[in-house]
Structures are given as structure tokens and as C-alpha cells.
């Protein structure tokens, strides 16, 4: 069983940073497909970023240029940083992995925007 634990969210003004972090219970070495959805507030949940089994990074249009995920393999850890924080990222952010057809998800991290 593949753990993935969140990590870095909570309250902040528009305009500012958060870094979530994504600690996985194994090596993520030869996990291609790794990214960070989110839900916001009565909505469904969402692609925010993610790396690709060919290598390459997806953003969603709304946080491209703002928002960067990375990782760490020597850490097994994800992460995702968010710049320029606005009111609209208020949202559950969740981490995912995918493991052969498997989809692995973390609990889930909430981020509140506000002023």
C-alpha cells in the first residue's frame, strides 16, 4: 500500500507563497505520474499540476506562470510551489500518484486565500 501524506497548507493574504509538500511511503524514482489536484468549496476536483510519464509538466491555464511542482526523489517528496496567491486557489489540494493503472491520492491539504 502506497501512503502519500500532505503537507505546507493553510491561511494566507492574497499576493502570498505557500510550498506543499507530498511525502510518499516508497520510492517515487520510477514514479512517472505524479501531480497536485485541488477542490475547491463546492466544486469538483481539478488538475493543478502535474509531471507526465513522458517526462514533461502540465499546469492548469489559471495557475501557469504563479504556481511551479517539483521534486525531490532522494526525499520521495512532491512539491508544489504556489506565488501570487488569489482568492480563487482557496481549495482541498491533494496529492496523486499513479502506479501502473493505480491512482494513490493523500488526504488532502487545505489552502485558504484571504484578507
Known amino acids: 500500500q502506497v501512503q502519500l501524506v500532505e503537507s505546507g497548507g493553510g491561511l494566507v493574504q492574497p499576493g502570498g507563497s505557500l510550498r506543499l509538500s507530498c511525502l510518499v511511503s516508497?520510492?517515487?524514482?520510477?514514479?512517472?505520474?505524479m501531480g497536485w489536484y485541488r477542490q475547491p468549496p463546492g466544486e469538483q476536483r481539478e488538475l493543478v499540476a502535474r509531471?507526465?510519464?513522458?517526462?514533461?509538466?502540465n499546469y492548469a491555464d489559471s495557475v501557469k506562470g504563479r504556481f511551479t511542482i517539483s521534486r525531490d526523489n532522494s526525499k520521495n517528496t512532491v512539491y508544489l510551489q504556489m506565488n501570487s496567491l488569489k482568492p480563487e486557489d482557496t481549495a482541498v489540494y491533494y496529492c496523486?500518484?499513479?502506479?501502473?493503472?493505480?491512482?494513490?491520492w493523500g488526504q488532502g491539504t487545505q489552502v485558504t486565500v484571504s484578507s
Open positions: 509531471f507526465t510519464s513522458s517526462g514533461s509538466t
Open positions: 516508497r520510492n517515487i524514482f520510477r514514479i512517472n505520474v
Open positions: 496523486n500518484a499513479v502506479i501502473l493503472t493505480t491512482n494513490y
